[in-house]
Nanobody, 119 residues
Framework: QVQLVESGGGLVQAGGSLRLSCAPI????????MGWYRQAPGKQRELVAR???????NYADSVKGRFTISRDNAKNTVNLQMNSLKPEDTAVYYC?????????????WGQGTQVTVSS
């Protein structure tokens, strides 16, 4: 059974930086998109950033210019570099991986890592 393990969350002051990482335990084949989502208290989970297998990226408007998503296809890892953090970035951040193997599409989620930005 595949698990995604996130790391790098924590408490940081506004204007600071954090780097989130996500790695699978177990084998995931034919990975397509990888991404990061977040969920703040009382709010719905929202997309932060996604990256395709070819390296194309898209970002939520609220993080453009501050966050950078990257992936290592050899290791099946995905990272999120977060700079110029704001209190409104406070949320639980979830790693998301999509694999497509023929007709079978699978979605994997990490357990979440807390990011707290103090003002």
């Amino acid at each position: 059974q595949v698990q995604l393990v996130e790391s790098g969350g924590g408490l940081v002051q506004a204007g600071g930086s954090l780097r989130l990482s996500c790695a699978p335990i177990g084998n995931i084949f034919s990975i397509n998109d990888m991404g990061w989502y977040r969920q703040a208290p009382g709010k719905q989970r929202e997309l932060v950033a996604r990256i395709t297998a070819g390296g194309s990226t898209n970002y939520a408007d609220s993080v453009k210019g501050r966050f950078t998503i990257s992936r290592d296809n050899a290791k099946n890892t995905v990272n999120l570099q977060m700079n110029s953090l704001k209190p409104e970035d406070t949320a639980v951040y979830y790693c998301n991986v999509e694999s497509v193997n023929g007709p079978v599409r699978s979605i994997y989620w990490g357990q979440g890592t807390q990011v707290t930005v103090s003002s």
